[in-house]
């Protein structure tokens, strides 16, 4: 079938820490792969995308490759601050967006 | 600012009545989305219009209903409301094609009384 599976939060980090969250998925064809960020009380946001395979997107310290071999688009970042504490959403589009159930971050200071 | 607008940002009713729920997508957007999140259900896709006409169907009970008008904004209708209706609506909406990404509205919070 086609769904995005997310690693299970909570991830607690204290500030500066390397941060991965990842994310597989399954799809017919060559998806375009996304992450969304929602802060408390707000709406999804996009975070970065990658349409093709090899491609990587990032966004304010946030990376994310496209690897097709491993179906997986893996979101990193080298350093997170206090203000990324947040759920991460990863996502995949061919006919339709498929969330994934979400990773809430919380980093300390 | 995404550009996309819902309103209400709150609705606060009883069981059994019935609501409508607005978005206004971003200037240029034929495609509109409508999405449930709840903390039990996550984010569930409720349903796509394309240019006024329905594209898509996800987990949508038949008690709600949705339309996108000729300006294309579109309004989510939920009826009959249940305890478990409760949640928070979000609108979406996209230009055409797979590698576009879609842009949230705030959301309306229903909570059911």
């Known amino acids: 079938g086609n769904s995005v599976t997310q690693m299970e939060g909570p991830v607690t980090l204290s500030e500066e820490a390397f941060l991965t969250i990842n994310c597989t998925y399954t799809?017919?064809?060559?998806?375009?792969l996304f992450w969304y960020v929602q802060y408390p009380g707000e709406g999804l946001q996009l975070l970065l995308k990658?349409?093709?395979?090899?491609d990587k997107g990032s966004n304010k310290g946030f990376e994310a490759t496209y690897r097709k071999e491993t179906t997986s688009f893996h979101l990193e970042k080298g350093s997170v601050q206090v203000s990324d504490s947040a759920v991460y959403f990863c996502?995949?589009?061919?006919?339709?967006?498929?969330f994934g159930t979400g990773t809430r971050l919380q980093v300390f200071p | 600012d995404s550009g996309v607008t819902q309103t209400p940002k709150h609705l606060i009713t009883a069981t059994g009545q019935r609501v409508t729920l607005r978005c206004s997508p971003r200037?240029?957007?034929?495609?509109v989305y409508w999405y449930q999140q709840s903390l039990d259900q996550g984010l569930q896709f409720l349903i796509q219009?394309?240019?006024?006409?329905?594209?898509a169907k996800g987990n949508i009970l038949e008690r709600f209903s949705a339309q996108q008008f000729p300006d294309l904004h579109s309004e989510l209708n939920l009826s009959s409301l249940e305890l478990g209706d409760s949640a928070l609506y979000f609108c979406?909406?996209?230009?055409?094609?797979?590698?576009?990404?879609?842009?949230f509205g705030d959301g309306t919070r229903l909570s059911i009384l």
């Open positions: 979406a909406s996209s230009q055409p094609g797979s590698n576009q990404p879609q842009h």
């Open positions: 799809a017919t064809g060559y998806p375009s």
């Open positions: 200037s240029g957007d034929l495609s």
């Open positions: 219009y394309y240019n006024g006409e329905e594209r």
């Open positions: 996502a995949r589009n061919t006919d339709k967006l498929i």
């Open positions: 990658a349409t093709k395979a090899d």
